[in-house]
T-cell receptor, first 113, second 110 residues
Framework: DAGVTQSPTHLIKTRGQQVTLRCSPI?????VSWYQQVLGQGPQFIFQ???????GRGNFPDRFSARQFPNYSSELNVNALLLGDSALYLC????????????FGDGTRLSIL | GQQVMQIPQYQHVQEGEDFTTYCNSS?????IQWYKQRPGGHPVFLIQ?????EVKKQKRLTFQFGEAKKNSSLHITATQTTDVGTYFC??????????FGDGTTLTVKP
């Protein structure tokens, strides 16, 4: 079975631009969470979606938004990019809403120039 | 906000030596998860601990959850070069909205 897939793998943008990152969860998984990982730090929670509804939002500005589609895939959008948005963006899926292992994708490496 | 602190930040060992990383929280955790991230890779789930005082083993890895459910540890016996990576604990009290520690990076010298 395919794991969590994310696209693109790498992306270079300039300040002020907008970016959309995509995630396909493991088949049958209905929960998708997004994390930002800056070099040398642990992943920081951005959003969780379950059954197409937002179930949680981390301490990130409104420039960050996300959605989940009927097939449970998800998109993360970031507007007005800042240099500090440079990071590895990880998507994780789990089979249920609570107390389940999270399965991470390989991430999207976003670089802001 | 809720935080989990991990120590040490880095650990360098000779192959065959033991390794331990510690995770501490100021608040009671309902459960804690451990992940391993290889250089250039993504976090991979290792285990979840739920019960007070719980101890779980996976081959050379031993995971413990404190009696007060405020701390946890991961111990690796007789490290191998394949153990290299960063080990994260994550507070999964709010399911799917995990709070990760900053990890302990393990390097193993052959």
């Amino acid at each position: 079975d395919a794991g969590v897939t994310q696209s693109p793998t790498h992306l270079i943008k300039t300040r002020g631009q907008q970016v959309t990152l995509r995630c396909s969860p493991i088949s049958g998984h209905k929960s998708v969470s997004w994390y930002q990982q800056v070099l040398g730090q642990g992943p920081q929670f951005i959003f969780q979606y379950y059954e197409k509804e937002e179930r949680g939002r981390g301490n990130f500005p409104d420039r960050f938004s996300a959605r989940q589609f009927p097939n449970y895939s998800s998109e993360l959008n970031v507007n007005a990019l800042l240099l500090g948005d440079s990071a590895l963006y990880l998507c994780a899926s789990s089979s249920r809403y609570s107390n389940q292992p999270q399965h991470f994708g390989d991430g999207t490496r976003l670089s802001i120039l | 906000g809720q935080q989990v602190m991990q120590i040490p930040q880095y650990q360098h060992v000779q192959e065959g030596e033991d390794f331990t990383t510690y995770c501490n929280s100021s608040t009671t955790l309902s459960n804690i998860q451990w992940y391993k991230q290889r250089p250039g890779g993504h976090p991979v789930f290792l285990i979840q601990l739920v019960k007070s005082g719980e101890v779980k083993k996976q081959k050379r890895l031993t995971f413990q959850f404190g009696e007060a459910k405020k701390n946890s540890s991961l111990h690796i016996t007789a490290t191998q070069t394949t153990d290299v990576g960063t080990y994260f604990c994550a507070d999964n009290t709010n399911a799917g909205k995990s709070t990760f520690g900053d990890g302990t990076t393990l390097t193993v010298k052959p």
